[in-house]
């Protein structure tokens, strides 16, 4: 039962242009959610997150919304560089549920064309 | 600031065979974590920590045990290694739960059980 799910195995993009990486989750409990990218023989480093009580949150070049109503969350990078290749995971989390745990997806990985 | 420390980073083991993984983290963390990662699988959590001295177990905790003797440590023993054991090992921690904080990885530990 996969209950966070990254749909794209793989995705590719021009540097420069925008990179849009998506998520959706099964469990409505879920309140916290967070983005991990990880280069390979390195281990997952945190990205950026956003909170149930937001729709959108920023930083940088990294943009994450987040539709309560549809499960589903994304990822924008804009504009993509070579330097973001790289695996990307979202993970949810329900603080104080039952689980108190993280929920990894499966991953996509982002290949940025110089 | 080393952050989360694994040791080793590469091991061969033979079936039935015992090793232990240690992981150190030196940011003062209350809550330590242990995944695995396979391919296609994502991130899936074996064993847990939120203080010294406690351990619960995750999705994935058979043929798995942990130790938090000090709060900087986590050990993850493999008493009786089998093959389906051959994986990636992360570890993580956080200052609190996983519902409101990121997790800080190492870079982990590359498993082969022959």
């Known amino acids: 039962d996969q209950q966070v799910k990254q749909n794209s195995p793989s995705l590719s993009v021009q540097e420069g242009r925008i990179s849009i990486l998506n998520c959706d989750y099964t469990?409505?409990?879920?309140?916290?959610f967070l983005w991990y990218k990880k280069y390979p023989a390195e281990g997952p480093t945190f990205l950026i997150s956003?909170?149930?009580?937001?729709d959108k949150n920023e930083d940088g070049r990294f943009t994450v919304f987040l539709n309560k109503s549809a499960k589903h969350l994304s990822l924008h990078i804009v504009p993509s560089q070579p330097g973001d290749s790289a695996v990307y995971f979202c993970?949810?989390?329900?603080?104080?549920?039952?689980?108190?745990?993280?929920?990894f997806g499966t991953g996509t990985l982002l290949a940025v064309q110089p | 600031n080393a952050g989360v420390t694994q040791t080793p980073k590469f091991r061969v083991l033979k079936t039935g065979q015992s090793m232990t993984l240690l992981c150190a983290q030196d940011?003062?963390?209350?809550?330590m974590y242990w995944y695995r990662q396979d391919p296609g699988m994502g991130l899936r959590l074996i064993h847990y920590?939120?203080?010294?001295?406690?351990?619960a177990k995750g999705e994935v905790p058979d043929g798995y045990n942990v130790s938090r003797l000090k709060k900087q440590n986590f050990l993850l023993g493999l008493e009786s290694a089998a093959p389906s054991q051959t994986s990636v090992y992360f570890c993580?921690?956080?200052?609190?739960?996983?519902?409101?904080?990121?997790?800080?990885f190492g870079d982990g530990t590359r498993l082969s059980i022959l």
């Open positions: 993580a921690s956080s200052w609190r739960g996983p519902g409101n904080q990121p997790q800080h």
């Open positions: 469990n409505s409990m879920f309140d916290y």
């Open positions: 956003i909170s149930s009580i937001k």
């Open positions: 993970a949810a989390s329900d603080y104080g549920g039952a689980t108190n745990k993280l929920i």
């Open positions: 940011m003062n963390h209350e809550y």
């Open positions: 920590s939120v203080g010294e001295g406690t351990t």
